[in-house]
């Protein structure tokens, strides 16, 4: 069994920085990968970010590119998406999951359907 709690959403300005958190516990961290989504009521869930088990592939979907990075300390067993130049759109909740067959292939980690656990998300809302 896998926990995965989030943290570090709040209310934040346009144009400030959020760094949520996402620390796992119950199996080996390093061994697979990570992605953080996000989803506001009524609509589908959207892939943000994701992170191979090494942290050596990363990828971003391309409304979040060069504003947001997702990164990993296995000796944390944590895994780190910072946020900046946020926009009102950004509002949503976000979800960190985990990927146990550590893949490393983006039509694999932007596919919610490839994790294997979900945390309970953390709430983000941008004011305009």
């Known amino acids: 069994q896998v926990q995965l709690v989030e943290s570090g959403g709040g209310l934040v300005q346009a144009g400030g920085s959020l760094r949520l958190s996402c620390g796992a516990s119950?199996?080996?961290?390093?061994?697979?990968?990570m992605g953080w989504f996000r989803q506001a009521p009524g609509k589908e869930r959207e892939f943000v970010a994701a992170?191979?088990?090494?942290?050596?592939?990363?990828y971003y979907v391309d409304s979040v590119k060069g504003r947001f990075t997702i990164s990993r300390d296995n000796a944390k067993n944590t895994v780190y998406l910072q946020m900046n130049s946020l926009k009102p759109e950004d509002t949503d909740v976000y979800y960190c999951a985990a990927n146990f067959q550590g893949g490393i292939y983006y039509y694999i980690l932007a596919e919610g359907s490839e994790y294997d656990y979900w945390g309970q998300g953390t709430q983000v809302t941008v004011s305009s």
């Open positions: 992170i191979s088990w090494s942290g050596g592939y990363t």
């Open positions: 119950g199996r080996t961290f390093s061994s697979y990968s």
